[in-house]
C-alpha cells in the first residue's frame, strides 16, 4: 500500500482538480474491504501499545467539505479499538465564550495526553476554512493563522506529540449525491440542514481554501494526507494505514515490568 504518493510533499503547490476524488488504488473493493480489517486489528494493536508505553502522544486531524465523509471514517477506522486510549473532540460552531479568546484557546485544551489518541473531527483549520470563505475575520487576521499553526503543531510535536492530517477529497458530484441521501432517508435527515445548500454555494472557495491549508501547513513532521474519499472503503483503508505506519515508526514497547517479579508464583 503506497500511501505516500497521498502525502503532500512540503513545499509543493496543491492543485486540487489534479487528485482523483474517485481513485481506488487500482484494488478491488471486496480485497481492499478484507485488507482494512487487517489493518483495523493492527491499529488496535498498535493503540494498546502506545497506551501501555506510555511515552507517546497522536494526534489525528480530520478535515472535509460537509458530506465528506469526517464521522463515517471515525466509525470504521477506530471500530476495533479500545475506546479507553482514544477521544474524540467534534469542533463546532465556536461558542460565545470560545470567539472571545483567540481560535487556539478551545483547541489546546483537547489534544493529547501521554498514552492517549486524540482525533479532532474539524479543527482548527476550520479558522482558515470557513472563517476565510465567509469572512468571518478580515484577511489581514485569517492569513496570519497559517504561520500561528504551524508553530502550535511544532510545540506539540516537540513535546512528543506525532500528528497526522486528512483532508477527505470528494468529488462535487459525490457532495451532490449524499446530501440528496440526508434529504431523502428519514434516518439521516439528521445530518442535514438548509445551510448545507448554501454551503454548496462555496464548492470553489472551500476547495481553495483546501488548497491553500494544505500547501501552506503540510510539514514533513505535521503532513496533510490528500485521501481520495469517493469510496469510503479506500478512505479508511489509507486512513488507517497511515496511522499504522505512523505508530510503529514510533519504536513503542511495553514498559519494563516492574524489578523481581520473574518467577513469583501466585498462591
Ligand atoms: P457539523 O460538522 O455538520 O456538525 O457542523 C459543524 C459546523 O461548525 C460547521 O458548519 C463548521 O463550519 C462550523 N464550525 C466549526 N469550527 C468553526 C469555527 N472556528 N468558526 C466558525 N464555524 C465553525
Ligand atoms: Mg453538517
Given at each position: 500500500?503506497?500511501?505516500?504518493?497521498?502525502?503532500?510533499?512540503?513545499?509543493?503547490?496543491?492543485?486540487?482538480?489534479?487528485w482523483?476524488?474517485?481513485?481506488d488504488?487500482?484494488l478491488?473493493?471486496?480485497d481492499g474491504?478484507?485488507?482494512?480489517e487487517?489493518?483495523?486489528?493492527?491499529?488496535?494493536?498498535l493503540?494498546?501499545?502506545?497506551y501501555?508505553?506510555?511515552?507517546?502522544?497522536?494526534?489525528?486531524?480530520?478535515q472535509a467539505?460537509d458530506?465528506g465523509?469526517?464521522d463515517?471514517t471515525?466509525r470504521?477506522?477506530?471500530?476495533?479499538?479500545?475506546?479507553?486510549g482514544?477521544?474524540?473532540t467534534?469542533?463546532?460552531?465556536?461558542t460565545?465564550?470560545?470567539?472571545?479568546?483567540?481560535?487556539l484557546?478551545?483547541?489546546?485544551?483537547?489534544?493529547?495526553?501521554?498514552?492517549i489518541?486524540s482525533?479532532?473531527?474539524r479543527?482548527h483549520?476550520e479558522?482558515?476554512?470557513v472563517v476565510?470563505?465567509?469572512?468571518?475575520?478580515?484577511?489581514?487576521?485569517?492569513s496570519?493563522?497559517?504561520?500561528?499553526?504551524?508553530?502550535f503543531?511544532?510545540?506539540?510535536?516537540?513535546?512528543?506529540?506525532t500528528?497526522?492530517k486528512?483532508l477527505?477529497h470528494?468529488?462535487k458530484?459525490?457532495?451532490?449525491?449524499r446530501?440528496?441521501e440526508?434529504?431523502?432517508?428519514?434516518?439521516?435527515?439528521w445530518?442535514f440542514?438548509?445551510?448545507d445548500?448554501e454551503?454548496?454555494?462555496h464548492?470553489?472557495a472551500?476547495?481553495?481554501?483546501?488548497?491553500?491549508?494544505?500547501?501552506?501547513t503540510?510539514?514533513?513532521?505535521?503532513?496533510?494526507?490528500?485521501?481520495?474519499?469517493?469510496r469510503?472503503?479506500?478512505?479508511?483503508l489509507?486512513?488507517t494505514?497511515?496511522?499504522?505506519?505512523a505508530?510503529?515508526?514510533?519504536?513503542?514497547?511495553?514498559?519494563?515490568?516492574?524489578?523481581?517479579?520473574?518467577?513469583?508464583v501466585?498462591?
Amino acid at each position: 500500500m503506497d500511501t505516500d504518493r497521498y502525502r503532500v510533499k512540503p513545499g509543493s503547490k496543491v492543485g486540487l482538480a489534479a487528485w482523483d476524488p474517485a481513485d481506488d488504488g487500482g484494488l478491488d473493493k471486496v480485497d481492499g474491504q478484507a485488507q482494512l480489517e487487517k489493518e483495523r486489528f493492527e491499529l488496535a494493536r498498535l493503540q494498546e501499545l502506545l497506551y501501555a508505553d506510555g511515552r507517546h502522544k497522536l494526534l489525528v486531524v480530520l478535515q472535509a467539505i460537509d458530506a465528506g465523509g469526517k464521522d463515517g471514517t471515525i466509525r470504521s477506522v477506530f471500530e476495533r479499538v479500545n475506546p479507553q486510549g482514544v477521544e474524540v473532540t467534534s469542533f463546532k460552531r465556536p461558542t460565545d465564550v470560545e470567539v472571545a479568546h483567540d481560535y487556539l484557546w478551545r483547541v489546546h485544551q483537547h489534544v493529547p495526553r501521554s498514552g492517549i489518541l486524540s482525533i479532532f473531527n474539524r479543527s482548527h483549520y476550520e479558522d482558515v476554512l470557513v472563517v476565510r470563505v465567509h469572512g468571518l475575520v478580515p484577511k489581514a487576521q485569517w492569513s496570519k493563522r497559517y504561520g500561528h499553526i504551524k508553530a502550535f503543531e511544532q510545540m506539540l510535536i516537540d513535546e512528543g506529540t506525532t500528528v497526522r492530517k486528512f483532508l477527505l477529497h470528494i468529488s462535487k458530484e459525490e457532495q451532490r449525491v449524499r446530501q440528496q441521501e440526508r434529504i431523502d432517508d428519514p434516518s439521516k435527515n439528521w445530518k442535514f440542514a438548509k445551510a448545507d445548500l448554501e454551503e454548496r454555494k462555496h464548492w470553489d472557495a472551500y476547495q481553495a481554501a483546501f488548497e491553500d491549508m494544505v500547501t501552506k501547513t503540510s510539514t514533513a513532521a505535521s503532513p496533510w494526507y490528500v485521501i481520495p474519499a469517493n469510496r469510503n472503503w479506500y478512505r479508511n483503508l489509507l486512513v488507517t494505514t497511515v496511522l499504522n505506519e505512523a505508530l510503529r515508526g514510533l519504536g513503542l514497547r511495553y514498559p519494563p515490568p516492574e524489578e523481581g517479579i520473574a518467577g513469583l508464583v501466585v498462591n
